[in-house]
């Protein structure tokens, strides 16, 4: 089964994470890359410090 980023497309690839088509693959996974993973993660931290900053003030 082939992984592919849903942010920016890029499949998971015995050499890393490349921007390929995942073309004939029947059976992919949608996730992230480690970059976009960061992306995500910084961006949930983020929202959570603004909202938590919400809620206390
Ligand atoms: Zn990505």
Known sequence: MRT???VC???KGSNGWKK???AGEIRISHG???D???QVIQQ???CGK???AR???
């Open 20 to 22: 390929q088509k995942a």
């Open 36 to 38: 976009c993973y960061q």
């Open 4 to 6: 592919i980023c849903c």
């Open 55 to 57: 809620l206390t003030h």
């Open 9 to 11: 497309h890029r499949t």
């Open 32 to 34: 992230y890359c480690p």
């Open 50 to 52: 603004a909202l938590s």
């Open 44 to 46: 949930v931290y983020i």
